[in-house]
């Protein structure tokens, strides 16, 4: 069984950068892949980035140029980097995780789920 505690959530103003943390706990995540989706108020739950056991990474098109997906095994944290924030980036951010290969946009993809951290973007 795997935990994960988000965190590194705040308000900033349009243009700042925040960095958020995914760490879990319970069990390794070094072959995982692992994700971060974010949901407003009256919206469905929407991927954000994606990053494989190998790696390899894949962002959403709102994310592109401006956020960056890592990870740290010795660590077992995952993290999302958040440049040139703007307003409609304000969400509760989630971190997710899966034991399957590779990357996948989709949330019935991933097994595991935390709390979330929530981002306030202001004009």
């Known amino acids: 069984q795997v935990q994960l505690v988000e965190s590194g959530g705040g308000l900033v103003q349009a243009g700042g950068s925040l960095r958020l943390s995914c760490t879990a706990s319970g069990r390794s995540i070094s072959t995982y892949r692992m994700g971060w989706f974010r949901q407003t108020p009256g919206k469905e739950r929407e991927f954000v980035a994606t990053v494989s056991w190998s790696g390899g990474t894949y962002r959403s098109d709102s994310a592109k140029e401006r956020f960056a997906v890592s990870r740290d095994n010795a660590k077992n944290t995952m993290y999302l980097q958040m440049n040139m924030l703007k307003p409609e980036d304000s969400a509760v951010y989630y971190c997710?995780?899966?034991?399957?290969?590779?990357?996948?946009?989709?949330?019935?993809?991933?097994?595991?789920w935390g709390q979330g951290t929530r981002v306030t973007v202001s004009s």
């Open positions: 997710a995780a899966s034991e399957r290969r590779g990357l996948s946009t989709l949330e019935n993809e991933y097994d595991y």
